[in-house]
T-cell receptor, first 115, second 109 residues
Framework: SQTIHQWPATLVQPVGSPLSLECTVE??????LYWYRQAAGRGLQLLFY??????ISSEVPQNLSASRPQDRQFILSSKKLLLSDSGFYLC??????????????FGDGTRLSIL | GQQLNQSPQSMFIQEGEDVSMNCTSS?????WLWYKQDPGEGPVLLIA?????ELTSNGRLTAQFGITRKDSFLNISASIPSDVGIYFC?????????FGTGTRLKVLA
């Protein structure tokens, strides 16, 4: 069966510091991968998605970037964190079958606090 | 772009009551998904609907794919405290899903 891992679970970082959040998927190949951010009590904001190695689509301009160095690895990065980068970051995966995107499955999230 | 509106935004209910929520889209979908997010965790898929008019159950949860293909409904029967959380609907875009704004459910014991 497929599993998704995100780490770390929580992170406290000072303003201006770099960021690296990692997400890996096991038990499948060539998944679509996604990064979302969720502000407290709010909905899901899609940040980036990837349909293959090295292919990154950005949904909103911001202080963050994403990379997919391997088929089942998705990394969210920042060179200099802002206070507004605080939030709950979720990674998700799905599969394409024919022309249909199958349901997404989410990781447990990373709670990022910027001080 | 496509938007999904969920109603109500939040609700308080008594334990044992039935709950209804809905999701509407500005465009037609061929798939509707319903997720639940517990506090501090990632959303979990509850029900997937693939056909207009389809009615699917998962325990005390029942979801329906609206005939117009622009809406979907989720019902929870006999709510219990662990039903607390945020319920999201979602519909497919290109290589991704569009999520609704969520319905926050709080159950009063």
């Amino acid at each position: 069966s497929q599993t998704i891992h995100q780490w770390p679970a929580t992170l406290v970082q000072p303003v201006g510091s770099p960021l690296s959040l990692e997400c890996t998927v096991e038990g499948t190949s060539n998944p679509n991968l996604y990064w979302y951010r969720q502000a407290a009590g709010r909905g899901l904001q899609l940040l980036f998605y990837s349909v293959g190695i090295g292919q990154i689509s950005s949904e909103v301009p911001q202080n963050l970037s994403a990379s997919r160095p391997q088929d089942r690895q998705f990394i969210l990065s920042s060179k200099k964190l802002l206070l507004s980068d605080s939030g709950f970051y979720l990674c998700a995966w799905s599969l394409e079958t024919g022309r249909t995107t199958q349901p997404q499955h989410f990781g447990d999230g990373t709670r990022l606090s910027i001080l | 772009g496509q938007q999904l509106n969920q109603s109500p935004q939040s609700m308080f209910i008594q334990e044992g009551e039935d709950v209804s929520m809905n999701c509407t889209s500005s465009s037609i979908f061929n798939t509707w998904l319903w997720y639940k997010q517990d506090p501090g965790e990632g959303p979990v898929l509850l029900i997937a609907l693939y056909k207009a008019g389809e009615l699917t159950s998962n325990g005390r949860l029942t979801a329906q794919f609206g005939i117009t293909r622009k809406d979907s409904f989720l019902n929870i029967s006999a709510s219990i405290p662990s039903d607390v959380g945020i319920y999201f609907c979602a519909g497919p875009g290109t290589y991704k899903y569009i999520f609704g704004t969520g319905t926050r459910l709080k159950v009063l014991a």
